[in-house]
C-alpha cells in the first residue's frame, strides 16, 4: 500500500509520496516537481549478502531523499526491535537520507496506561544512536488505530504529542524539540483531518488507507490549522 506524509509547514503542504520499492522510479518519474518520495523501509548497514534487502546507499543513488522506518507493521510482522529501527535510523541519517521514524503503542499497551512509556522508549533508542535530528519527522501512529477504521481523539493525538515533545526537550534539547515535526497516522480522513490537525503540536499526517481514495485531495487541501 502507498503511504502519503503530509507535514504541515505554515498554510502549505509538503507531500510525500511512498509507493513500494519496485514502482519508485516509475512514481518519481510521473510526479510534480513539488511533490517527493519515500522508500517504505531500508537495511540497517552497508553492502553484505542481505537478499532481499534494498540499503540507504541504493536509495540515495536513485535520489529518493525520504525514507520510513519503524513502522509498526515492521515492528510487529517483521520483528523489528526498537534497536533495529535506531540502527536503521542512524545509518540512512548517515547516507544523506531523511527519516520519518514511526512510533506507537498496541491497543493493549494503551489499555495499561503504557502508551507514554512505550513511545518514550521508542523515542529513546534512536536518540542514543543520533546527534542530529534535524532531518527527522515523527510520526506518532497507535497501531490500535491503523487501518481499523479507530482513531485517536483529538485530545489523545495531542496528550501523546505534547508529552513526546516534552520528552524530546528534558532529554534532547529544547531546540530539537521545539522544531520536530511530530505527525499523527492512524485512519486519518477528510472527515477528522482539520480537527486533529488543529492541536498545537500535531504538524502534519501520515496517511494510510484514505492515501487511495478522493479524500486525499480534502487532506491536503485542509489547511486550516490553528498553529
Not at 5 to 33: D, G, Y
Not at 73 to 92: H, M, N, S
Not at 163 to 173: A, E, G, H, P
Not at 176 to 197: F, H, L, P, Q
Amino acid at each position: 500500500m502507498e503511504k502519503f506524509l503530509v507535514q504541515i509547514i505554515s498554510a502549505n503542504a509538503e507531500t510525500i509520496i511512498s509507493p513500494p520499492f519496485v514502482f519508485i522510479p516509475l512514481v518519481k518519474s510521473m510526479l510534480r516537481t513539488d511533490f517527493q518520495v519515500a522508500a517504505q523501509n531500508c537495511w540497517k548497514g552497508k553492502g553484505g549478502a542481505f537478499t532481499g534487502e534494498i540499503s540507504a546507499e541504493m536509495l540515495a543513488n536513485l535520489h529518493v531523499p525520504w525514507v520510513i522506518l519503524g513502522h509498526s507493521e515492521r515492528r510487529q510482522l517483521c520483528g523489528e526491535t526498537d534497536a533495529i529501527v535506531a540502527e536503521k535510523t542512524a545509518y540512512a541519517l548517515d547516507n544523506g537520507l531523511k527519516v520519518c521514524l514511526c512510533v506507537g503503542e498496541t491497543l493493549e499497551e494503551r489499555e495499561r496506561n503504557e502508551t507514554g512509556a512505550v513511545v518514550a522508549r521508542q523515542t529513546a533508542a534512536v536518540a542514543s544512536k543520533i546527534c542530529c535530528w534535524a532531518n527527522v519527522v515523527i510520526a506518532y501512529e497507535p497501531i490500535w488505530a491503523i487501518g481499523t477504521g479507530k482513531v485517536a481523539t483529538p485530545q489523545q493525538a495531542q496528550e501523546v504529542h505534547y508529552n513526546l515533545r516534552k520528552w524530546l526537550d528534558c532529554y534532547v534539547s529544547p531546540h530539537v524539540a521545539m522544531n520536530m515535526r511530530i505527525i499523527y497516522g492512524g485512519s486519518v480522513t477528510a472527515a477528522n483531518c482539520k480537527e486533529i490537525g488543529a492541536n498545537p503540536d500535531v504538524d502534519g499526517f501520515l496517511v494510510g488507507g484514505a492515501s487511495l481514495k478522493e479524500d486525499f485531495i480534502a487532506i491536503l487541501n485542509a489547511r486550516n490549522y490553528q498553529h
